[in-house]
């Protein structure tokens, strides 16, 4: 299983994001919630909100990912893919049973 951490400027386009994502079958469940980001740009530090997009997904899936992700947005932005350690077996049931492992790993095969 992977995570996905992604920064975007509106809860609109994480609302199209994830749910193109959903409808690709590239995740099982996204999340999104708005924060402040402090950051140094030109010089000067800037503080404004952004928007989190959490995916929970299958590994092998950053290419189709981030291409739905520039499919929607042409501005840079942070993505990140995070491996967690442990993730409880109800969910990776969950998650198998909706982005099966099989279908998403052709490549590695």
Not at 71 to 85: K, L
Request: charged share 25%; hydrophobic share 40%.
């Amino acid at each position: 299983m992977k995570l996905y951490y992604v920064t975007l400027n509106t809860v609109d386009e994480a609302r199209q994001i994830g749910r193109s994502l959903l409808e690709q079958q590239l995740a099982v469940c996204v999340n999104w919630f708005p924060i402040t980001c402090a950051y140094r740009w030109e010089g000067e530090i800037t503080e404004e909100p952004e928007v989190v997009l959490m995916i929970k997904t299958q590994s092998g899936l950053q290419t189709e990912i981030e291409q739905a992700i520039r499919d929607r947005i042409s501005y840079t932005n942070f993505i990140a893919e995070i491996s967690p350690s442990h993730v409880n077996e109800c969910f990776l049931g969950w998650l198998n049973r909706e982005v099966p492992y099989e279908v998403t790993n052709k490549e590695a095969q």
